[in-house]
């Protein structure tokens, strides 16, 4: 029998890095993780039951400190990083120097132009190395860049909003039947736990409880990313969050004019054919489109259409659970293609 692949979770507390436990803690393929917290964490709680009561009957938890040598004592390989932007930026590089590899659910290392992450100020201490690393940091979207990401020893985890967007709007970019010309408009709503866990007035029951509300409008740190997978100017995009009042999940309702009359067989069918064999974006035939529910609790990627009596006017559904497809899920897609299992596996 194979060994098993010995893997660690820094940032397990949040709501990803709770989904993502769960996941590893069922993987066929892996020992039971080491469970992380920084050293600098001061007061936190020495057990993940302690955090997450629900987890109490099946023993214990612990939560160790982040440590290198003791990773490598342990048989560590691949470390997630479910942690802040910018305490992912300051780790990878060590990482990366202790012979890991690293799947960062940040959005630390997925934007490769400057003027993209600057929202994020990071203050680089080697500037150098972090240039390098940012451009051999694969980004983590399976179902476009899987060659890439069986090789890589960094993958940066896409974002949630820029999942549901990029998948529904990649095929008709690639095949070159968008008027970019006339604007993208992408409406795209999520529930709370996308905001993370730590509460702010924004998202307290009484804030969000019967609301809708837009917010970061023109930006959004997951626009940068968007626009840069899809090779799109920021001109040529509209890209509007807002949080819906529910727990979990994603809708991006995205609108586009064709540079040509097609039907919509034509349409379903450039979808079909990019994601043909893929095991975890759903297509639906129009008129039926994706709903929230649809895809909660799973890694799918739920992709739908409407299209105008006109053929030109295309009218796109995309939703995914943000916490599985929009990051656990999916991170645990890319550890299966870095280790050559199928992108299946653990997440059934």
């Known amino acids: 029998m194979a060994a098993k692949l010995k893997t660690a979770v820094l940032g397990a507390t949040g709501y990803s890095g709770l989904e993502l436990t769960r996941i ?46 003791a990773l490598k004592h342990e048989g560590v390989q691949l470390l997630f990083l479910a942690t802040p932007h910018e305490v992912s930026r300051f780790l990878v590089p060590e990482a990366m120097a202790q012979g890991l590899r690293v799947i960062d659910l940040s959005g630390a290392w997925r934007l490769k132009e400057e003027q993209h992450r600057a929202i994020y100020g990071f203050q680089d201490s080697d500037a150098v190395t972090a240039a390098e690393l940012t451009e051999r940091a694969v980004y983590g979207l399976p179902e476009l860049n899987s060659d890439r990401i069986a090789s890589a020893n960094l993958v940066a985890n896409p974002g949630c909003y820029a999942t549901s967007v990029i998948l529904a709007l ?14 993208i408009v992408s409406d795209s709503k999520s529930g709370v736990s996308g905001a993370g866990k730590e509460p702010t007035s924004k998202t307290h029951f009484v804030s969000v409880a019967d609301n809708l509300s837009a917010y970061s409008v023109f930006n959004h740190r997951h626009l940068g990313e968007i626009v840069e997978q899809l090779g799109l100017t920021e001109q040529e995009l509209i890209f509007t969050p807002h949080l819906l009042p529910i727990p979990r999940g994603i809708l991006s309702t995205i609108y586009v004019q064709l540079n040509r009359v097609m039907t919509a067989l034509e349409v379903e069918s450039c979808l079909r054919n990019v994601y043909s064999g893929k095991r975890w974006v759903r297509i639906f035939q129009t008129p039926k489109l994706p709903q929230v529910q649809f895809s909660l609790h799973s890694n799918y990627c739920d992709l739908g259409f409407c299209l105008a009596e006109d053929g030109r006017r295309l009218v796109l559904i995309s939703c995914i659970d943000n916490l599985l497809k929009g990051a656990a899920g999916q991170a645990v897609q890319n550890m299966n293609l870095m280790y050559g299992w199928g992108e299946e596996e653990g997440l059934q």
Do not use: T
């Not at 987890?55 to 612990?62: A, T, V």
């Not at 690639?174 to 008027?179: E, L, M, P, Q, S």
């Open 24 to 69: 590893l803690l069922r993987h066929p393929r892996l020992e039971r993780p080491v469970l992380l917290r920084r050293s600098s964490d001061k007061g936190s709680a020495p057990d993940l039951a302690d955090v997450f009561p629900a987890l109490s009957g099946n023993g214990g938890y612990p939560l160790q400190s982040l440590s290198w040598p």
């Open 170 to 183: 990649a095929p008709l970019i690639k095949a070159g039947i968008v008027d970019r010309s006339r604007g």
